[in-house]
Structure formats: structure tokens, C-alpha cells
């Protein structure tokens, strides 16, 4: 047999052609974001590199001002990292700086330059956001409008007469929900919130107020829903020398000489001083029109928004009408709402605020001016066009990335600063305040939630009201204490509660400090018995805390006990006292401690699609054991009790099934051992 030899056959290796299979080597930043509290002290930025780490590469980095300010809020930084071969991560650090002061959170840039040995990856750049550690107190609790129960449409019209007293219209339940009272529409209050008992509105109010207006003599113009519109003098009384027919208004605005102007939806009408039509004007007007939103210069000019015919021609946006009602100047506008709510809305004016120099600010649902961002608030110079130097969609709208595309401002408010106080509304009778200054920035010290529709007014001082409550103006400058749950970050001004469930233990709660932060303080705190009793089911405490300069918490621990006849909730409150330096107590400066028995599970049930009944299973149980189940709301302003069931357990669970969830609501469930 032939042997046939072996060959071995040898190629050459191109060993470039390997090399560029292996990933390029490439170092970019961890992600495009890093957060850091500003009391911290440094900030962590990790840089990352992939790919080909098999050989020595080296990036430069930098930090660039934004927001932030150097050796105000962070200690800018530069240099060189150097990645070894084999090593795939680094980072470096910036110094945050904590100050005093309640200047809301702050950024800065992060560049990634001159790689060498690699190339910039997906995040060359990024962004770290040094929090603000000073929280703001919003809500004033010294005003408390003695109004009851808000009911339905709240307050939906407020005026602010020259003594500071405050005339409010709406529709409020004052335990009145069967007859309808001319209280239940319309009442004034004392600058203090208490109702003013010399004022009483007449019987020919029989309906929700929808708006208000003072005259300059001091007359009340009322615009009712479904009624006409009334004129009262100062006392509340009907003013018998006033007659009109006009109906549904929902806006006022008066003029210099005394002329009113009506708009409601699309309809304008101007009245004279005794409520007859001003029959030339309004029917010029009227013919064709579609008036959105009226408002006055100071040099007495009239300016309506929308389409507006007269003489014959119909104008679409804003025109101006000299005193002898020609027509002085047209500001054409084309407002376009967001493209994703194209389908859902129509562009609509909202309001105008004549400036000085002529400027106007206009607001209202729209997304875009003449073809520009502007999230519904844009300032016109006095030609009508597009104030460029007025940056809100740059400058504050990248500070409010939950804010909607399809929110919508209703009235903005102008401060004498210059400031402007700006509601937002979203659906559902949601939406944010916020406070923007002369150039469109965002205020970061002035954010608070807002429930339209209801009405603003400032005060003298600078407050501001809000429906029923009054804002402080400067809040950053205002020293309070509140109580605060650990994982509040941004403790409201509202009740707080702490629920202990666990017996034998330590209830740990923290005080926040509001404001500024630059001086030392000191608040006293107590523990006071409510059902529950010192010493039977706490352990009493009182005592003082001292807060450093830029210290912005304390924390306190109250010992729970665990007495065997507890069968039911106790509570009682810890309260704030003796602020130190000026200071004052917030709203949540008392808190309310829920013991809760042994055995007790509360269930929070969401029942946004549920109509019926909800059944629950209440597990582990013992047998010949009872136990209760209770059912709550907190849709009704206070919680109230729905239902209180009781059952013995045959086995190791318990069915229990609440009938009063006929309707989409929230639930809240407690089952508890009620038996031996």
C-alpha cells in the first residue's frame, strides 16, 4: 500500500486584520447625569472604559459653570486620567459647597476632551445637579379663612379692597348644601382670614360667583353662573341703581371711566356705568368676533384678545383701541398648541398684562408664538412681535421636566419686582405656581402645587393668596420648623402623621428647618398625650434642639410600649414650640402618632377602575378570634369613616368585602384584633 504523506500547510497571520476586530477602545462618562446634595460635600463622577483596554490611554475632563457658580457652589476642576492597561473604570471628585441659602438646585457642566489611546463614547459630556438642602416655607398658617367646608368649585373670584380686606366668590358649603344661602356664594374676610361679619351679601345672589371686579368708588361688580351680573356697594348690599341683563360673565374688566368690559367664552359686550349696554361699541364688536381675554393700559387704552371685528374688518390677535374706541394699533398673533394634543385642543388666549414701555405679556394654551417654544406664556415687545431677550421655554422649561406639553396658564400675576407669578393648570384641577423673573428664568426658590381654578391676588406685603391660602412672598427669607417624614424631601405645609406598627421600639421622626439656614436656631418640642398616654404607651418627651448654621435637620426618637391591653389605635401629638431668632412654626409643626395594635395591617386599595364591591382577605388570623376591618376615604378634605365590619376567624384567614365602593374612588383599610 502507498503511503501517502501528511501535509502541513502554514499561512501567514495578518495580525492587523485581528487587531481590527477587537472594539476600539472608547471612555465616556457613566451617564449623562449626576445628582449630589449640596450638603455632601463631594460629588463622585465615574467615567467608563470599553472596548480594547489592553493598552495605556489617557482623557482630560473639566467642569464648566452653569447654573452653578464656582466657589459659590462647587470648586471647579481640571486634569488628566490616566487609564492603566487592563482598567476599565475611574473617576474623580468636585468639592460641593453648602451655603446658607435658599437658592434651589443648581448644575453644571462635565466635558470629556483629548482622548489619546481612545476615542469619546456615548457620554462625552454630562450634567450634575447639586440639590438645595434649604427647603422654602410656602404656606402662611397665621391665615385661616373661616369659610368651611370648600365645596364643588371652591373659590373661583377674589378682589383685594384697599383696607386689605378680601371679597371671595365661588360656591362654598357652610353647611348649606340643601338651601342655597347668599353666603354659600360670596363673603368677605379681615385680613387674617376671619370673615368679616359687617359684610352681607344680598339675597339676589343665588349662584356660584364667577367673577369680581372693584370700581374705584369702591363698588363690587358680581357676575353670577346662570344669573346676571350685579353691582353691590361696599357693605354687601344691592345696588338698586345698577340694572343690567347681561349674563354669564367670566371675566370683568373696568376701565378709567367707569365703562365695563364682559367677556364671556366668545362674547364681548361693554356696559356703562349704570349697567346699560353701550350699544356703538358692542355691537360693532359683536358682529363677528371671537374676544378671548380684555385687559387696560395705564394710559386708559383698551386691548382685546382674539378675532375682533370693527369697522368692518376682523383682525386675528391682539388689538388696541385708542380712547374714543378707534382702533389704535393691530399685533397679529398665530398661537398653535403642542403637536401631540393637536387632536385634543385649539390654541386659546387666557390673558393679557399690559407692560410698562408697552410690552404685554399674554397667556393662555398654546405651545408655540409665531412659530416659537413658548409653553403658554409669551412677552410681546410693544410692536406686537416676540420678545427674544424673554427665554422661559430656555430657561425655566428645562427646569420643569414634569410640566406637561398640554398645560395651559391662566392669569399671570406681575410683581412690583418684576417678578411673574405664573398658574399652570393640567387636567383634573391639578397644576404647579411657579414664580419666573424678569427674563423668563425660573424662580427656584418659589414652586408650590395649585388647584385651579383658584383666583391669585398679592398683597401689599408681597403674600400672595391662593384660593384659600396665603403665600409668603419671599419664602426663602422666612425661618420655620416643621415636622417631616425622612423620605420627605420637601415637607408641604400640611398635617403630618406617623404610624407606628411595631410594638417595643423607637419612633425616629425628623424636624426639618425651612429657609435660610445661615444662623443658628433653637425649637422646643414636647410629646403630648392624646388617647394615648405618657408612660402607658410612650415614654414622655421634651426638649430643645439646636440647629447649627447651614443644619437643616434634627432627628428625635420617642420610646413606644407595648402594653397587652392595647386592642386599639392610640395616638398623640408632637408638637413644635420657643423658635429662636426670628423663626416661626409651620403648618406640619404639630404631628400626630397613630399606635397601632398588634395584629393591625392597613391596606391602601386603589379603586380608579373598580366600581362594586371590594373583598379582602385579612391573613394569618386565629381561629375563634375576632377582628374589625376598617374602611376610610380621604377624598372628603378630612378622612371619614366609611364602614367598621367585625368578623370571628373560623381558620387562618378572614374574608371581609366592602359594599360602599360604588363608585371609582380610594380606599384605605385597617383590620385589627379586636377580641380576646
Not at 91 to 105: A, E, K, P, Y
Not at 166 to 180: E, K, L, P, S
Request: aromatic share 8%.
Amino acid at each position: 500500500m502507498k503511503t501517502i504523506p501528511s501535509i502541513i500547510l502554514i499561512a501567514s497571520l495578518d495580525l492587523a486584520a485581528v487587531h481590527s476586530c477587537i472594539a476600539a477602545s472608547t471612555i465616556t462618562f457613566a451617564d449623562g447625569y449626576f445628582w449630589a446634595n449640596e450638603e455632601q460635600g463631594t460629588a463622585l463622577v465615574e467615567m467608563h472604559r470599553s472596548g480594547d483596554t489592553s493598552s495605556t490611554a489617557t482623557i482630560d475632563y473639566a467642569t464648566v459653570e452653569g447654573t452653578a457658580k464656582p466657589v459659590v457652589d462647587y470648586i471647579g476642576t481640571s486634569g488628566t486620567l490616566a487609564f492603566a492597561p487592563g482598567e476599565s473604570s475611574k473617576h474623580f471628585s468636585i468639592t460641593v459647597l453648602d451655603n446658607g441659602w435658599l437658592d434651589g438646585d443648581r448644575t453644571l457642566s462635565l466635558r470629556l476632551s483629548n482622548p489619546l489611546g481612545a476615542t469619546l463614547g456615548p457620554y462625552p459630556s454630562g450634567t450634575l445637579r447639586i440639590a438645595d438642602n434649604e427647603v422654602p416655607l410656602m404656606v402662611d398658617r397665621t391665615f385661616q379663612p373661616q369659610i368651611g367646608e370648600l365645596f364643588e368649585d371652591f373659590i373661583r373670584a377674589m378682589v383685594l379692597q384697599p383696607d386689605g380686606r378680601i371679597i371671595i366668590g365661588g360656591y362654598f358649603d357652610h353647611d348649606t348644601n340643601v338651601i342655597r344661602l347668599p353666603q354659600t356664594f360670596m363673603m368677605r374676610l379681615l385680613p387674617n382670614g376671619s370673615r368679616d361679619s359687617t359684610f352681607k351679601a344680598p339675597p339676589q345672589l343665588t349662584n356660584a360667583v364667577r367673577a369680581l371686579a372693584l370700581q374705584a368708588d369702591g363698588k363690587i361688580l358680581v357676575a353670577v353662573d346662570q344669573g346676571t351680573l350685579l353691582r353691590l356697594n361696599m357693605d354687601g348690599s344691592w345696588d338698586r341703581g345698577f340694572r343690567s341683563d347681561l349674563a354669564g360673565s367670566s371675566s370683568l374688566v373696568v376701565q378709567s371711566d367707569g365703562k365695563i368690559i364682559s367677556v364671556n367664552g366668545s362674547a364681548l359686550v361693554r356696559l356703562n356705568n349704570d349697567g346699560s349696554l353701550d350699544m356703538p361699541f358692542s355691537k360693532t364688536v359683536l358682529a363677528c368676533s371671537d374676544v378671548q381675554t380684555a385687559a387696560i393700559q395705564s394710559d386708559g387704552k383698551l386691548i382685546l384678545g382674539g378675532v375682533v371685528c370693527t369697522a368692518g374688518k376682523a383682525y386675528e390677535g391682539l388689538v388696541r383701541f385708542k380712547r374714543d374706541d378707534t382702533v389704535d394699533a393691530v399685533f397679529p398673533l398665530t398661537l398653535a398648541v403642542h403637536p401631540d394634543r393637536v387632536r385634543f385642543d385649539t390654541p386659546r388666549l387666557r390673558s393679557i398684562v399690559p407692560l410698562a414701555g408697552g410690552k404685554m405679556l399674554i397667556s393662555g394654551r398654546f405651545y408655540f408664538v409665531n412659530g416659537v417654544i413658548s409653553p403658554g406664556i409669551a412677552r410681546l415687545n410693544a410692536d406686537g412681535s416676540l420678545d427674544a431677550s424673554f427665554r422661559f421655554s430656555e430657561l425655566s422649561f428645562s427646569w420643569l421636566p414634569d410640566l406637561p406639553s398640554w398645560g395651559e396658564v391662566a392669569s399671570p400675576i406681575l410683581q412690583p419686582d418684576g417678578k411673574i407669578l405664573v398658574p399652570f393648570e393640567w387636567e383634573w384641577y391639578s397644576g404647579i405656581l411657579i414664580r419666573i423673573n424678569s427674563n423668563g428664568s425660573l424662580d427656584r426658590e418659589f414652586r408650590m402645587p395649585y388647584r385651579w381654578p383658584s383666583p391669585l391676588v398679592l398683597q401689599e406685603n408681597g403674600n400672595i393668596l391662593m384660593g384659600n391660602l396665603r403665600l409668603f412672598g419671599d419664602p426663602g427669607r422666612v425661618k420655620s420648623f416643621a415636622w417631616s417624614h425622612d423620605w420627605d424631601s420637601n415637607p408641604l405645609d400640611s398635617p403630618v402623621r406617623f404610624n407606628v406598627a411595631k410594638q417595643n421600639t423607637e419612633l425616629r421622626v425628623t424636624v426639618r428647618r425651612l429657609g435660610e439656614s445661615t444662623e443658628a436656631v433653637t425649637v422646643g418640642y414636647t410629646a403630648r398625650a392624646g388617647t394615648a398616654q405618657a408612660g402607658s404607651n410612650y415614654l414622655p418627651q421634651t426638649g430643645t434642639l439646636t440647629f447649627a448654621p447651614l443644619e437643616t435637620t434634627k432627628t428625635i426618637t420617642v420610646p413606644i410600649l407595648d402594653p397587652p391591653s392595647l386592642k386599639r389605635e392610640r395616638s398623640f401629638s408632637l408638637v413644635l414650640s420657643n423658635a429662636s431668632n426670628g423663626g416661626i412654626l409651620g403648618v406640619s409643626s404639630e404631628a400626630t402618632v397613630l399606635i397601632l395594635p398588634q395584629q393591625l395591617l392597613t391596606l391602601h386599595y386603589p379603586t380608579a377602575s373598580v366600581s362594586g364591591p371590594i373583598r379582602l382577605t385579612l391573613a394569618p388570623t386565629t381561629p375563634g378570634v375576632s377582628y374589625s376591618l376598617w374602611a376610610w376615604t380621604d377624598l372628603a378634605v378630612r378622612w371619614q369613616s366609611l364602614s367598621i365590619q367585625q368578623k370571628t376567624a373560623a381558620g387562618d384567614t378572614l374574608e371581609f368585602e366592602d359594599t360602599t365602593a360604588i363608585r371609582p374612588a380610594q380606599r384605605f383599610y385597617r383590620a385589627f384584633r379586636a377580641g380576646p
